[in-house]
């Protein structure tokens, strides 16, 4: 489901990506821009070594076609808006409570 969850520095789009940390969603978005070799499980499996539980792993990889190779200006991704740009904030600090 798709919903706008305002955290401190970004608006998350995706309710079920809404809990990762700043530093999770750093890590998702490089991965999901840069890594092409890897399979769709491989990433799965990354991601949750990362912290994301199995659902959000699966959510985040439902993004992977919107990312591929391109480039987004920083907030302005397709998980995620900066505050001030019409957007709200992922949490930097706490780990994941979905």
């Known amino acids: 489901m798709l919903a706008r969850v305002c955290t401190k520095e970004f608006l998350i789009i995706d309710r ?22 890897s399979s769709d499980e491989e990433l799965r499996e990354c991601f949750v070594e990362a912290g994301l539980t199995e659902e959000q792993a699966r959510r985040a990889l439902q993004y992977r076609n919107r990312y591929i190779g391109r480039l987004h200006l920083n907030g302005q991704t397709p998980i995620v808006l900066e505050l001030g740009a019409g957007g709200s904030s992922v949490s930097s600090g706490s780990g994941m409570s979905p």
């Not at 990762?20 to 999901?32: G, P």
């Open 16 to 37: 079920l990506l809404a809990s990762i940390t700043a530093e999770q969603l750093r890590y998702v978005e490089a991965v999901l821009t840069n890594d092409e070799a």
